[in-house]
């Protein structure tokens, strides 16, 4: 059975808006590894159109990128990607494929075929799986970053504490901090 990662970028202050982080070659690496080493992606509706308005038009050389960008476009076309949606049933993006019936059933059925893990990269929808009890683990890149402002992880909150067991932290030169974690027990 895969594991269900959760990543993220995250300012100090808990901010995960995908803007207020530091994009350069280092947190580029750090993504790329962590989708390298999964077998499928999971996103909320919101994150996926987000990576569909940009992502595919890099893959395939209509929208003008860095090669080290165009390369992980291309490595994201051909990842599988899994999409909760309430409001859209059209995924038109290279293997997306929407997650349907039961949240806590379909999820555990995707961990369940996906040895490789499946990585989790979207800030609401893990509020809802973490209730659930499915996210195994938490590999966050914190950035030297206080913004003011949302959206906030967590923000809606969660039923209980989460008690977690730090696995590793490595510092990146550009001063953030990438942070892996597992559920405790």
Request: glycine residues 8%; hydrophobic residues 40%.
């Amino acid at each position: 059975m895969g594991r269900l990662t959760f990543s993220i970028n995250i300012t100090l202050d808990g901010c995960i808006d995908h803007q207020e982080g530091i994009a350069d070659d280092e947190t580029h690496a750090f993504f790329t590894r962590l989708m390298d080493e999964s077998g499928a992606m999971l996103w909320g509706r919101i994150t996926y159109e987000m990576m569909e308005g940009y992502w595919p038009a890099v893959a395939c050389g209509t929208t003008e990128a860095p090669q080290a960008l165009r390369e992980w476009a291309i490595k994201l076309d051909a990842k599988p990607k899994y999409v909760v949606s309430s409001t859209r049933t059209d995924f038109p993006w290279t293997n997306s494929h929407l997650i349907t019936g039961n949240l806590r059933t379909a999820v555990q059925q995707l961990k369940d075929a996906t040895p490789n893990g499946v990585l989790l990269g979207s800030g609401r929808l893990a509020t809802e799986l973490d209730r659930l009890d499915l996210i195994d683990e938490y590999k966050f890149l914190v950035h030297p970053r206080i913004v003011g402002h949302g959206p906030t992880l967590y923000a809606s909150g969660l039923p209980n504490t989460r008690r977690l067991t730090l696995i590793s932290s490595i510092s990146l030169r550009n001063g953030a901090v990438a942070m892996h974690y597992q559920r405790a027990g």
